[in-house]
């Protein structure tokens, strides 16, 4: 066993992931019932979950994607936020639903809600796989968290590469 995989261990398997996902699909289908619903999908790290929340999600729903730039080389926010990628769709009067990865300091996904606002949609609501709320520096809802964990560095499930971090301390494996 070489040293990153002695760091590692699994925090979720595949079948909870699977689980909750269509759990959080039902509630977005109930809670969607009567709108036009946009999933905005932050890549990378988001493209798998965003592809099974979709498949879970029983009503007609937009999807489109978004590149942000907050972390760099690094692995914690550097607090300055770059759009890197905006959505193809139309988003006025329309439902948006920022369908994200991991939520850690809050700041990447406060910008996202308030620039979004601004561009008229009806609603704006965050739904992240994992909420890491213990870590938020600004406050921000996670509409539909999928797990709360505290855990430190996640990887798996379309996640960030472990090898990537070969240094870090502790790495934890999605599915």
Known sequence: MTGPERRRRR??????IHERVRELGRQI??????????????LNGAFVFCA??????DLDVEIDFIRV??????????GTISLLREPNLDLVNKDLLLVEDIVDTGT??????DHFQRCAARSVRICALIDKHERRRVAVTVDYAGFVLDQGFLVGYGLDCAERYRNLKAVYTLA
Not at 29 to 42: E, H
Request: aromatic fraction near 8%; proline fraction near 0%; hydrophobic fraction near 45%.
């Open 108 to 113: 990447t996904m406060a910008w996202l809600v």
């Open 11 to 16: 925090v979720l398997s595949r079948t909870r």
């Open 29 to 42: 289908t109930a809670d969607y019932r009567d709108g036009q619903l946009v999933l905005l999908g932050v």
């Open 69 to 78: 730039a907050s972390y760099g080389a690094a692995t914690e926010s550097s």
């Open 52 to 57: 099974d929340l979709c498949r879970e999600i």
